[in-house]
């Protein structure tokens, strides 16, 4: 009834040894059910694993500090040192790579590959980065999709954007539906709108000018 603490006993029910830690009985794995730090032999895939037993989310860490979470009922996937460390509320987020989606506390639906990839990203929602920096500053914009290092790099409330190539779009801010395939393209856009460039350094320096069409590399270099 008052079990000292320290307390070992072998249950031969279960044929397993048990010991009291001054608040319940706790279980004491046996050799033959424990995974080895130098590797294991004998798995079998069906019954042996690395997770949980119960509807609780898997974290991980790395020196003690945040490195990812796979979430049962959100639907969240981090796997990263900080990646979506923040998140309060979000739910279908995937990040993947060092401080991807970092700063996220409610976006939903945000998909992000490569390091600091969104990292800046708290409640925008459905964006898609990938590439290293890639949509970095962005905080509220929805529906954007940037593939390539820092493409939209510099984006924070612009929506429906699509950059591909490096630095695409990337000083664009808040403008919206803008597509800009080829490296660098529409590069200095800031605040314009509905502009489409496809070829490398097409609409370089469009800052602020909307719904233009350049097709072809320096295609409207200097509009």
């Known amino acids: 009834a008052n079990p000292a603490k320290g307390l070992m006993i072998y249950d031969t029910t ?15 794995a046996d050799a ?3 995974w080895s730090l130098s590797g294991n032999t004998g798995t ?5 694993f690395i997770g949980t ?6 974290h991980f860490k790395v020196n003690n500090t945040w490195a ?30 060092e401080h991807s989606l970092l700063g996220i506390t409610n976006g939903t639906s945000n998909n992000a590959y490569g390091a600091y990839a969104l990292s800046s990203n708290t409640t925008g929602s459905e964006n ?3 590439g290293t920096l890639a949509l970095f500053f962005n905080t509220a ?18 929506n429906k954007n699509t950059a591909t190539g490096f630095q695409a779009l990337a000083l664009n801010s808040t403008g919206n539906e803008n597509t800009a395939i080829g490296s660098m393209s529409l590069f200095s856009n800031t605040t314009g709108n ?30």
């Open 32 to 34: 033959n059910n424990t």
């Open 44 to 48: 079998n895939p069906a019954t042996h």
């Open 141 to 158: 914009g929805n529906n954007n999709t940037a593939t390539g290092g820092r493409a939209l790099y510099n984006n924070i409330t612009g």
């Open 14 to 28: 279960t044929s397993s040894f048990w010991f009291y830690n001054g608040n319940a009985w706790a279980f004491i």
């Open 128 to 130: 898609i980065a990938i």
């Open 53 to 58: 037993m119960d509807n609780q989310p898997l």
């Open 194 to 223: 509905c502009n489409t460039a496809a070829g490398a350094n097409a609409l370089l320096s469009n800052t602020t000018g909307s719904y233009n069409t350049a097709n072809g590399a320096l295609a409207l270099y200097s509009n």
């Open 68 to 97: 990812g979470e796979i979430h049962p009922t959100s639907g969240n996937v981090f796997l990263g040192m900080g990646a979506g460390q923040s998140n309060a509320g979000g739910l279908y987020n995937t990040a993947v790579g």
